[in-house]
């Protein structure tokens, strides 16, 4: 399905494509797109890349009023092919630059503006992300709290956050680069990869040859085989960390063995493989 609104900004005037990775749940997709209606740079479209064919999901697009040019990408629901829905929302794209974030994280109003900001063709950039207890979630979800106030409630309910299961709480406030706390800190660098919090040049992308789509589990193929591949082409990491701020909504975690898609890298990584078999382009 290709959905598409062009009620704002027209589109040679976008300069970044935001892509969503979603998978079935439409309640916590509506609060990450609610979160987009603040955003302090709105010169961006949206990818809805989902990694299924759900007609929730579909009904729940078709229905929600987008301020944003919008795509809806789906794929056969048949086991994990987050990579492939990637690549594939990449071919897609209007834009350069290409913004990635998962359909569990809301928005700080500020975040599109610092991925777009402190864009640049050699640098990949990477910030992190608040995992939030159930009570903040909840707020979050029904609109008692809303992304623009949450430096606040932060600040207010630090420890019990952390005492219900939050956390790395520290990166859920954002630090005006230009105020008092901003000028002393400057920017926390970054030495890994979110798959949730990242952006880069298209060209970057298609340099490595997009994801690689021989991972058929989540974590690993999604963030930090890119990292190594990047570098090994001269690729920089730069940090949005604390100004494209994320806020991770609460849920039971399906976490899984890493041992094989730590082969595939390690093999790779040995062979110094930068470019992958099987991505945006198929290689024999």
């Known amino acids: 399905m290709d959905q598409t609104n062009n009620m704002h900004p027209a589109k040679d005037e976008l300069k970044a494509t935001l892509i969503i990775s979603v998978y079935k749940n439409t309640t916590f997709l509506k609060a990450v797109l609610d979160s987009l209606v603040g955003q302090t740079d709105n010169r961006f479209e949206v990818i809805i890349s989902e990694d299924g064919d759900s007609d929730e999901m579909k009904g729940f697009v078709h229905h929600y009023s987008f301020q944003h040019p919008v795509q809806h990408l789906t794929r056969e629901d048949s086991g994990w092919q987050k990579n492939q829905a990637l690549n594939e929302a990449i071919r897609a794209a209007n834009t350069n630059w290409l913004v990635f974030i998962d359909g569990d994280c809301v928005l700080h109003p500020r975040f599109m503006e610092f991925h777009v900001k402190n864009s640049s063709p050699t640098t990949i950039l990477a910030g992190k992300r608040i995992k939030l207890d159930p009570e903040t979630t909840k707020l979050l979800l029904e609109g008692s709290v809303r992304p623009n106030q949450m430096n606040a409630y932060l600040r207010k309910h630090f420890k019990k956050i952390k005492n219900s299961g939050g956390e790395f709480v520290e990166e859920g406030f954002f630090i005006d680069p230009k105020g008092l706390l901003g000028m002393v ?100």
């Open 185 to 284: 800190m400057g920017t926390r660098k970054m030495r890994h990869l979110k798959g949730c919090n990242m952006s880069f040049h298209r060209d970057a992308i298609y340099a490595i040859n997009g994801f690689d789509e021989a991972y058929t589990r989540p974590a690993v193929g999604e963030d930090a085989d890119l990292l190594w591949r990047f570098k090994g082409l001269g690729y920089q990491l730069g940090s949005v960390r604390n100004l494209a701020v994320q806020y991770h909504l609460h849920h039971k975690e399906s976490w899984t063995d890493q041992e094989e898609n730590l082969q595939i890298m390690n093999e790779n990584m040995a062979a110094k493989k930068y470019v992958c078999t099987d991505g945006l382009v198929k290689k024999p």
